[in-house]
């Protein structure tokens, strides 16, 4: 696997790639990697004949008063993971090199309507900086397939609008969620769960269970979602939110089917998020 911080060295790579006419794969991480992000990187490895992760913390991504400057980097260690994944290609720039002018003058990519409620009410200005960062991405890497996790559900939807809005020739892969053995979905962020709050987790995943057979059974969504609420401040959590929405994120509606749970909470400061699909009963 080679390792590569500058732009014109990995234009000059991924040019070699495409005149052998090589499928290339994008995984875009921010490092700090798990068997999560592995699936990803296997996910490719079957999708393109070439696998390009990048590893960079956008600091676009983080408000005022998020983890940016305590999120881990870990980047001797990811590297072994990548090139033990079947990785091809780690582009890994630094800061001057994706943002040579700064943030505040930075050109920035806002998808209106699905980067709305949910983690982009708590968190304003979040996915316009993911969106920032992958569109940058898609157009440095250019790659024929780009695979994202289920676990960060709205940001995959974000993704996928944008690509379908800006017509960009990029097929975009959701991944299954990994997820540890008692139920909780493979996060960067439980690293910052202590003992007694680790132990505490997996009530997120098994509150979502239970509200899936609840609703698939045809229990009332607002007083179903009202007690999952109440189970989860139960458990330990402080909910940002608990939603059932559509798969495309809008409203649940009598005719609505295919479903969504979705669920953010924290423990102490730690921000979980998780999410499971269900159907609903005719």
Known sequence: MRTLREIPLLREALDEFRHRGQRIALVPTMGNLHEGHLALVAEARRRGDVVVATIFVNPLQFGAGEDLDAYPRTLAEDQTKLEDAGCDLLFAPEMTAVYPRGLEAQTRVCVPEVSEGLCGGDRPGHFDGVATIVTMLFNLVQPDVACFGEKDYQ????IRRMVNDLHLPVEVVGVPIVRAEDGLAL??????????????????????CALRDALEAGADPSHTLAEGLDRLREAGFAPDY???RDTDL????????????????????????DNLSLTLPR
């Open 155 to 158: 940001q995959l939807a974000v």
């Open 242 to 244: 608990l939603e059932l």
């Open 187 to 208: 996060s960067s962020r439980n690293g910052y769960l202590d003992a007694t709050q680790r132990d505490a987790a997996p009530s997120l995943y098994l509150t979502l």
């Open 250 to 273: 809008g409203p649940v509606t009598e005719t609505t089917r295919d479903a969504v749970l979705l669920v953010a909470a924290r423990l102490g400061p730690t921000r979980l998020i």
